[in-house]
């Protein structure tokens, strides 16, 4: 007789219980200081600016390329350049902005600096619709978010309090 091997696959009881272990060890820990919000903010910028400037120059520099080259392809076309700049850039901005905070719990930036986003109500991520919610809310009130967050004792966005989020120190000293 021929012996099966036992496949031993995780319990769905058993991730269920990590799961929520998770998603309550997120809701447990503090809120984000303001001034760390500002610190990842701004290494945000300094990652984008980074990107897309470096990604620029070398398109342009590939249009210079095409111009003085004898024979210009459809790929050094300076319209196919122009295009594939903005394709980019905005994709770039999709993967930065809204699927890291949806996949990853933050940006670069705030997890950098041990910072995570995550849902107010039951502490898991967001998803990709509620990560694109947040993002807008936050880039249409941008400066009254600032002045929100400093006036509130939680430290909690305008855009965190519409998109029901929080963002969570998850590193370093309480």
């Given at each position: 007789?021929e012996?099966?091997?036992l496949?031993r696959?995780?319990?769905?009881?058993?991730?269920e219980?990590?799961?929520q272990a998770?998603?309550?060890?997120w809701?447990?820990?503090?809120?984000?200081?303001?001034?760390l919000?500002?610190a990842s903010?701004?290494?945000?910028l300094?990652?984008?600016?980074?990107f897309?400037h470096g990604?620029h120059r070398?398109?342009q520099?590939?249009?210079?390329?095409?111009?003085?080259?004898?024979?210009?392809?459809?790929?050094l076309?300076?319209?196919?350049?122009?295009?594939?700049d903005?394709?980019?850039?905005t994709s770039f901005?999709?993967f930065y902005?809204?699927f890291s905070?949806s996949?990853f719990g933050g940006?670069?930036?705030?997890l950098?600096?041990?910072?995570?986003?995550?849902?107010?109500?039951?502490g898991?991520k967001?998803?990709?619709?509620r990560?694109?919610?947040?993002?807008l809310?936050?880039l249409s009130t941008?400066?009254?978010s600032?002045?929100?967050?400093?006036?509130?004792p939680?430290?909690r966005t305008?855009h965190d309090?519409?998109?029901?989020?929080?963002?969570?120190?998850?590193?370093?000293?309480?």
């Open positions: 007789m012996q099966t091997p496949k696959e995780a319990s769905p009881n058993i991730q219980a990590l799961s998770e998603q309550e060890h809701l447990e820990r503090p809120n984000a200081p303001v001034a919000r500002l903010f701004v290494l945000d300094i990652f984008i600016y980074l897309i990604e070398l398109l520099t590939l249009s210079i390329y095409s111009a003085t080259a004898d024979h210009a392809t459809f790929l076309n300076p319209f196919f350049l122009g295009f594939l903005i394709f980019l850039r901005l999709f902005l809204i905070v996949h940006t670069v930036g705030k950098l600096l041990g910072l995570r986003v995550v849902d107010s109500e039951s898991k967001l998803s990709l619709t990560s694109t919610s947040r993002l809310f936050g941008n400066l009254l600032a002045s929100v967050a400093m006036s509130r939680d430290g305008l309090l519409l998109s029901r989020t929080h963002v969570k120190k998850v590193r370093g000293r309480t």
